[in-house]
């Protein structure tokens, strides 16, 4: 069974820096891609970044040379460093996973198994 459990999650001031953390389990597939989305309230979930079984890394025009998504292979952890906070980031991150070919920030609902959520709150 797969299983996906977030950490990491809190509350900054603009300008500062978290970093998330994804303890996987449950899965021996090779082909995968796996990342993080975000949904605040009263808007739709929306990718961030992911990262492709091959270190291939896509990320949201939104976060670029803001956040640095990373994976320990050994340990099977997803990070996500969040540095330059701003408040718009304010929001529920959920890291997810789904496994083949496919891989990319534009559709979460492609994306087969979700963490619970962690909270990032960024006040100004």
């Known amino acids: 069974q797969v299983q996906l459990v977030e950490s990491g999650g809190g509350s900054v001031q603009a300008g500062g820096s978290l970093r998330l953390s994804c303890a996987t389990s449950?899965?021996?597939?090779?082909?995968?891609?796996m990342g993080w989305f975000r949904q605040a309230p009263g808007k739709e979930r929306e990718g961030v970044a992911v990262?492709?079984?091959?270190?291939?890394?896509i990320y949201a025009d939104s976060v670029k040379g803001r956040f640095t998504i990373s994976e320990d292979n050994a340990e099977k952890i997803l990070y996500l460093q969040l540095n330059s906070l701003k408040p718009e980031d304010t929001a529920m991150y959920y890291c997810a996973i789904r496994f083949g070919p496919w891989c990319g920030v534009e559709i979460p609902a492609n994306y087969e198994y979700w963490g619970q959520g962690t909270q990032v709150t960024v006040s100004s």
């Open positions: 449950g899965y021996n597939n090779r082909r995968y891609c």
């Open positions: 990262i492709r079984s091959d270190g291939l890394t």
